[in-house]
Structures are given as structure tokens and as C-alpha cells.
């Protein structure tokens, strides 16, 4: 009786399910009811993902401009199968702020979202850009460097609050030019995003004892542009790492985040350690204390992500040249000048029989005018 249930229940499920006939061969009912729900949820998953085609007209248009249908349909496919959408006005409407063909093209290739935006939504945009930029045309230079800086949001209002809250930190007009056309997606990010990078911060600040923790973010937002678009753990992490590698007082650790070292803050932390691992061998086997080594990266911050492979060959080319590791741990910056500089610098000295030894190495870190002013001195002199 039980048998000839489950044949009645499997022959009206077949009847109302398009499924492949089953073979003679399954052994049990069991066993038929599992390949059936194989089938049939094949058969829903495949007429699932039909989606919808993509609009003929709106490609036809795109071609029309110069967009490279390719390069969009990579970057963001579901734009090209979108029944409404107004690129021929955000085409006009950069045309009408200087943009040129080109730029246009550039601009929706590498964003194809920028064609779902309405003109008054732009226009309010702009205009509050423009409260920042003084020219229409370094606005456009921005978006052609970073278009998803100025159509990613459709807030509006966000973005002034954004500009409201930086202007609340004290930051200047400058500096928040200086932002949106480093780091434009600060303006974009969520208010509350940013209030939560802002408060890390000054916390950061008042568990190192800093006097005025508005002043402590202040100056490293303003070192560093791009922090406002990083993760507060990313921050965090780095500062953790900071603090376990080159054990710092609070006050070098202050000074440290708030001058050149904000400046790799927002560095990935591993490429940071292989870094700090590489150099502080070098200078450990060039007979360096790990004193010196850590007091080396406080005075040289650039040394955390700078190339080790250049690094390493500047060390090497001024020890070649009679310059000894204590008076390159006096004076680090000269590492920031390229090796081709260096060398010919060097080359120059010793023409006019410059002694580094006596005289120290402090001539090679100068500007090319005070260097070539020295170096006419020196003529002189011999």
C-alpha cells in the first residue's frame, strides 16, 4: 500500500514538473525523490539567473560618445541593461563645465554609473565643489582623475555635512581643497564614517597625554589626506605596531604621528613590517644598536615604505664614498634624494676634494641652489 502511494505522489510530481525522464534503473523511491530535487532545483537556478538583456539604444548612445563599451561593461554591467538612464545629459552637462570629448568618455567608461544621475542633482553638486575649488576646470581635472569621487553618492546633503564637520575640526578652505583633490572620496564617505576616524584619533590623543587633541587630528588629517579614507582598524593596527616595534615615549610617539609618520599611517601594516624587518638588518649588520635602528625609523618614517631595494643601494653607495653609518643615522633626509643625485653630488665633492670625514654630510642634504653655492664656494677655496 505504502509502495504504491509513493509511485502515485512520484507520477503526479512528474506530471507537474519539467524534469528529465527517470532512469529504470533507480533503486528506490528514495533515491527518485532525491534526483528529483536535483532536477528541479537545477531547473529553477538555471531560469533564476536569466537576466535581463542589455539596452541596445542606450549602447548605441554610449558608442556615439566614445565610451568603451568594454571597460564599462567590467566595471559595472547592470548600467548597460538599465532601461532609463540620461547620458546624453550628463555628456552635455560636463561639456557645459569645459569637459571635452575625451574626458566625457574617460569619465563614463571608468564609472557608468555617472549616467544614472540627474541634471539638478549634479548642478547641486557642483555648486557645493565649487564652494571649495575656484575654477570650474579643477573640478573636472578631480573627476577625471577619480570619477567615482564626485558620482558615487547621490547625497547631497552628506556632503555638505561633511564639509560642515572638517570645517568644525578647524581645517581651512585649503586644506579641504587639498583633500577633495587628493582624496575625494573623504567627501563621500558616510558623516557618521567619518566622525568615528575623528574620534579614534583624539582619543589617540588624550591617551598620549597631547594637550589639545583637536589640534592632534587636525595635524595629522592635514599631513595626511588620505586617513579620512581608511579603516579606524587599519589605523589602529599601525599605531599598535608603532609603538611594539620602536617603543616610543608618548611625546616621540606624539611627534612622531603628527609629522612625517602620519604621513605612512594609513600604509598597509605588513608591508610596513617587512620593511622595518629589512632595514633594521642592514643597519644592525652595518653595526647599528637597535637603539640607533629605532631612533633611525623616528628620524626617517619614509624608511617604513619606502623601496628596501633603493633604500639599500643609497645606504651602500655613500659608505662607498667614505661615509661612515654613524653619519647617516645624523642625517637621514639625505636618503630621500634619488641615487642618480646622489652620486652626482658626490662626484662633484670629490672633484673639489671635499673631505666627509671632516666636514660631514650635511652639505648633501641642501636644495640645489644652496648645493651649487657651496660647491662655488668651494672652487673658490681650492
Same mark, same amino acid.
Given at each position: 500500500?505504502?509502495?504504491?502511494?509513493?509511485?502515485?505522489?512520484?507520477?503526479?510530481? *512528474?506530471?507537474?514538473?519539467?524534469? =528529465?525522464?527517470?532512469?529504470?534503473?533507480?533503486?528506490?523511491?528514495?533515491?527518485?525523490?532525491?534526483? *528529483?530535487?536535483?532536477?528541479?532545483?537545477?531547473?529553477?537556478?538555471?531560469?533564476?539567473?536569466?537576466?535581463?538583456?542589455?539596452?541596445?539604444?542606450?549602447?548605441?548612445?554610449?558608442?556615439?560618445?566614445?565610451?568603451?563599451?568594454?571597460?564599462?561593461?567590467?566595471?559595472q554591467p547592470g548600467v548597460l541593461r538599465?532601461?532609463?538612464?540620461?547620458?546624453?545629459?550628463?555628456?552635455?552637462?560636463?561639456? !557645459?563645465?569645459?569637459?571635452?570629448?575625451?574626458?566625457?568618455?574617460?569619465?563614463?567608461?571608468?564609472?557608468? +554609473?555617472?549616467?544614472?544621475?540627474?541634471?539638478?542633482?549634479?548642478? $547641486? +553638486?557642483?555648486?557645493?565643489?565649487? !564652494?571649495?575649488?575656484?575654477?570650474? !576646470? $579643477?573640478?573636472?581635472?578631480?573627476?577625471?582623475?577619480? =570619477?567615482?569621487?564626485?558620482?558615487?553618492?547621490? %547625497?547631497?546633503?552628506?556632503?555638505?555635512?561633511?564639509?560642515?564637520?572638517?570645517?568644525? *575640526?578647524?581645517?581651512?578652505?585649503?586644506?579641504?581643497?587639498?583633500?577633495?583633490?587628493?582624496?575625494?572620496?573623504?567627501?563621500?564617505?558616510?558623516?557618521?564614517?567619518?566622525?568615528?576616524?575623528?574620534?579614534?584619533?583624539?582619543? *589617540?590623543?588624550?591617551?598620549?597625554?597631547?594637550? %589639545?587633541?583637536?589640534?592632534?587630528?587636525?595635524?595629522?588629517?592635514?599631513?595626511?589626506?588620505?586617513?579620512?579614507?581608511?579603516?579606524?582598524?587599519?589605523?589602529?593596527?599601525?599605531?599598535?605596531?608603532?609603538?611594539?616595534?620602536?617603543?616610543?615615549?608618548? !611625546?616621540?610617539?606624539? /611627534?612622531?604621528?603628527?609629522?612625517?609618520?602620519?604621513?605612512?599611517?594609513?600604509?598597509?601594516? %605588513?608591508?610596513?613590517?617587512?620593511?622595518?624587518?629589512?632595514?633594521?638588518?642592514?643597519?644592525?649588520?652595518?653595526?647599528?644598536?637597535?637603539? $640607533?635602528?629605532?631612533?633611525?625609523?623616528?628620524?626617517?618614517?619614509?624608511?617604513?615604505?619606502?623601496?628596501?631595494?633603493?633604500?639599500?643601494? /643609497?645606504?651602500?653607495?655613500?659608505?662607498?664614498?667614505?661615509?661612515?653609518? /654613524?653619519?647617516?643615522?645624523?642625517?637621514?633626509?639625505?636618503?630621500?634624494?634619488?641615487?642618480?643625485?646622489?652620486?652626482?653630488?658626490?662626484?662633484?665633492?670629490?672633484?673639489?676634494?671635499?673631505?666627509?670625514?671632516?666636514?660631514?654630510?650635511?652639505?648633501l642634504d641642501s636644495s640645489r641652489r +644652496?648645493?651649487?653655492? /657651496?660647491?662655488?664656494?668651494?672652487?673658490?677655496?681650492?
Amino acid at each position: 500500500m505504502a509502495a504504491r502511494l509513493v509511485a502515485q505522489i512520484m507520477q503526479l510530481y *512528474l506530471c507537474r514538473t519539467r524534469v =528529465p525522464d527517470l532512469p529504470n534503473w533507480f533503486p528506490s523511491a528514495q533515491l527518485k525523490i532525491s534526483y *528529483l530535487r536535483m532536477c528541479t532545483s537545477s531547473h529553477n537556478d538555471s531560469t533564476g539567473t536569466i537576466q535581463k538583456p542589455e539596452n541596445t539604444v542606450l549602447l548605441n548612445n554610449l558608442t556615439v560618445l566614445g565610451v568603451d563599451i568594454m571597460m564599462a561593461r567590467r566595471r559595472q554591467p547592470g548600467v548597460l541593461r538599465k532601461v532609463i538612464t540620461n547620458e546624453e545629459g550628463v555628456a552635455e552637462f560636463l561639456r !557645459s563645465k569645459g569637459a571635452n570629448r575625451g574626458t566625457i568618455a574617460s569619465i563614463i567608461s571608468r564609472y557608468p +554609473r555617472a549616467i544614472t544621475r540627474s541634471f539638478c542633482h549634479l548642478e $547641486e +553638486r557642483w555648486q557645493i565643489w565649487r !564652494s571649495i575649488f575656484n575654477t570650474d !576646470s $579643477e573640478i573636472v581635472s578631480v573627476i577625471e582623475r577619480s =570619477p567615482e569621487s564626485y558620482f558615487r553618492s547621490s %547625497d547631497n546633503g552628506n556632503l555638505e555635512k561633511n564639509i560642515k564637520f572638517l570645517c568644525s *575640526l578647524g581645517l581651512t578652505s585649503k586644506d579641504l581643497h587639498r583633500i577633495l583633490t587628493t582624496a575625494p572620496r573623504t567627501f563621500s564617505n558616510s558623516l557618521e564614517l567619518n566622525k568615528q576616524m575623528v574620534k579614534l584619533l583624539r582619543n *589617540l590623543g588624550v591617551s598620549l597625554g597631547d594637550k %589639545d587633541p583637536d589640534a592632534f587630528v587636525k595635524r595629522i588629517i592635514t599631513k595626511n589626506a588620505y586617513i579620512l579614507i581608511r579603516s579606524t582598524k587599519r589605523i589602529k593596527t599601525n599605531v599598535d605596531f608603532f609603538t611594539e616595534a620602536l617603543k616610543p615615549s608618548n !611625546s616621540d610617539l606624539i /611627534k612622531l604621528l603628527q609629522g612625517h609618520g602620519a604621513e605612512v599611517l594609513d600604509l598597509s601594516s %605588513d608591508y610596513m613590517k617587512r620593511n622595518f624587518k629589512n632595514v633594521s638588518e642592514q643597519l644592525q649588520l652595518l653595526g647599528c644598536t637597535a637603539e $640607533e635602528v629605532k631612533k633611525f625609523f623616528l628620524d626617517y618614517p619614509p624608511a617604513f615604505y619606502a623601496s628596501f631595494e633603493k633604500l639599500s643601494n /643609497k645606504i651602500d653607495l655613500l659608505l662607498e664614498s667614505d661615509i661612515n653609518i /654613524k653619519q647617516l643615522l645624523k642625517k637621514p633626509r639625505i636618503l630621500e634624494f634619488s641615487a642618480n643625485n646622489l652620486k652626482n653630488r658626490i662626484e662633484e665633492l670629490e672633484r673639489v676634494g671635499y673631505d666627509f670625514k671632516k666636514y660631514g654630510v650635511t652639505i648633501l642634504d641642501s636644495s640645489r641652489r +644652496r648645493f651649487e653655492a /657651496k660647491l662655488e664656494k668651494l672652487n673658490e677655496e681650492g
